[in-house]
Each structure stands twice: as structure tokens, then as C-alpha cells.
T-cell receptor
Framework: QQQVKQSPQSLIVQKGGISIINCAYE??????FPWYQQFPGKGPALLIAIRPDVSEKKEGRFTISFNKSAKQFSLHIMDSQPGDSATYFCAASFGNEKLTFGTGTRLTIIP | DTEVTQTPKHLVMGMTNKKSLKCEQH?????MYWYKQKAKKPPELMFVYSYEKLSINESVPSRFSPECPNSSLLNLHLHALQPEDSALYLC?????????????FGPGTRLTVL
């Protein structure tokens, strides 16, 4: 019940396109949903996060869509650029419990 | 300064060696974390220090020994490791131990155990 399922495992998107990564969870107690971006040889960096009282949050080209009833949330990257090529992890937590990470999506943006 | 620094960047050690990983932050954060990350996997939490006291130990083998000398420093002492302990070891910090606080990750130490 603590799992967060992430898909796809890898994704190739053309430059300028929209990249979409999906996550699903079971534990209805989760109330914090961050997305992390990790470049090779670097630590993860918080990209954007959402709480379940809103259905969408946008920061620049990055948008989280949240569907509480379906227990799903997704990351949309608009106008994807080669510099967005990285591994993306969704995560979830509640209270002061540790972050439960998804399995990761390796995103490649091709010219 | 919004950076978490880790040394060394790379470490190769034998199974009988003793070594230490170091982590430092000067953001005034009061929570610090050690994670282990295997290739193509998400980070796995090992330890959490909150206000310089160990608050979470995720059943990590005793061959890993954390230490928090002060609010800016976090060490991970390694002894008698196994080849399967080879991984990227990440340090992170946050204002408090609640996950609502953004965790700032360091670049990690790439550890190879021979």
C-alpha cells in the first residue's frame, strides 16, 4: 500500500513536444506529491510539488495534474528541450513519513 | 549558499577497509539525510538526523555508522562493506524533518567495494 507506481520506464520525445509521466498510488493518506529531476552524476532536485487540495499546479513549462479520485498524478513538460533529458522520479508522503519514490522515468528529448 | 557538498566524489575500497563519507550544508537546515541509490533505481532512505539526533534508522546494517558532529556536518562511516554495497550515496538536508520541506540533495559519492 506504500507503493507508488510510475510509468513509462523510459520516454523519447521530440524537441518542442509534450512529455507526460504518470504515477499512481494506493495509500489515501498521502498528502504531498513531489517530482524530482536527476541528471547523470548529480543528486535529485525538487522540480515541482503538489498537495491534494488542488488539481493542477504549473511552474513554467512544468505542470502537475492531480486526480484524487483516481489516485493518480502526472507531470507534463511542455515544449520539451534537450536540456530536460534526465531521470524523473515521482514521490509521495504524509505527515513526517519518509518519501516513497516511484521507480523513475528516463526521459530523452531528441532534436 | 543553497548547496549540499559531499566528499569524496568517488571512493573505491576493499572489504576490510574503513572509510568515511562527508556531507556539509550551510543553509541552516536542521534535518540531514543519508540515502543509497543503485543504478536506475530511486533513492532509498538510510538515516535521518533531526536537530543533530538520529531520528530514523531504516534497519541499515551496522557496517554503516552515521555521525552528526554539528548542525552543518554529516558523516557516514563505512567498515567491512560488501560488494553489494556499491552504490551512489546521497546526502540531503531540509529545514526540518517533515517532508513538506524541500530536501536539497548533494551530488553524491560513488562508492565501489571490491
Amino acid at each position: 500500500q506504500q507503493q507508488v507506481k510510475q510509468s513509462p520506464q523510459s520516454l523519447i520525445v521530440q524537441k518542442g513536444g509534450i512529455s507526460i509521466i504518470n504515477c499512481a498510488y494506493e495509500n489515501t493518506a498521502f498528502d504531498y506529491f513531489p517530482w524530482y529531476q536527476q541528471f547523470p552524476g548529480k543528486g535529485p532536485a525538487l522540480l515541482i510539488a503538489i498537495r491534494p487540495d488542488v488539481s493542477e499546479k504549473k511552474e513554467g513549462r512544468f505542470t502537475i495534474s492531480f486526480n484524487k479520485s483516481a489516485k493518480q498524478f502526472s507531470l507534463h513538460i511542455m515544449d520539451s528541450q534537450p536540456g530536460d533529458s534526465a531521470t524523473y522520479f515521482c514521490a509521495a508522503s504524509f505527515g513526517n513519513e519518509k518519501l516513497t519514490f516511484g521507480t523513475g522515468t528516463r526521459l530523452t528529448i531528441i532534436p | 549558499d543553497t548547496e549540499v557538498t559531499q566528499t569524496p566524489k568517488h571512493l573505491v575500497m576493499g572489504m576490510t577497509n574503513k572509510k568515511s563519507l562527508k556531507c556539509e550544508q550551510h543553509m541552516g537546515h536542521r534535518a540531514m539525510y543519508w540515502y543509497k541509490q543503485k543504478a536506475k533505481k530511486p533513492p532509498e532512505l538510510m538515516f535521518v538526523y533531526s536537530y543533530e539526533k538520529l531520528s530514523i534508522n531504516e534497519s541499515v546494517p551496522s557496517r554503516f555508522s552515521p555521525e552528526c558532529p554539528n548542525s552543518s556536518l554529516l558523516n557516514l562511516h563505512l567498515h567491512a562493506l560488501q560488494p553489494e554495497d556499491s552504490a551512489l550515496y546521497l546526502c540531503a538536508s531540509s529545514q526540518g524533518s517533515y517532508t513538506y520541506n524541500e530536501q536539497f540533495f548533494g551530488p553524491g559519492t560513488r562508492l565501489t567495494v571490491l
